[in-house]
């Protein structure tokens, strides 16, 4: 009853096999290469640059609006 219980749930109760199984599925990672992981961080600045740029616009441009409409 044990086994099916474990098999239907995807857990398992034994340290020892949790261990082998997580060293199993580590084998399968693909890691990015050097140059791929500094393409992606040079990405991932380029957007946050052009994201808080948008968001600093547009809450000038709510400041400026709200700022019209009550005669501030």
Known sequence: MAKTDTAKTG????????AKEV????RKVTWPTKDETIKSTIAVFIMVALVSA??????Q???????LILGL
Do not use: C, G, H, Q
């Open 11 to 18: 857990t398992t109760k034994n340290p020892v096999t949790f």
């Open 23 to 26: 060293k199993s599925e580590a």
């Open 54 to 59: 948008f968001l600093f616009l547009a809450d």
């Open 61 to 67: 441009v709510m400041a400026f609006v709200i700022r």
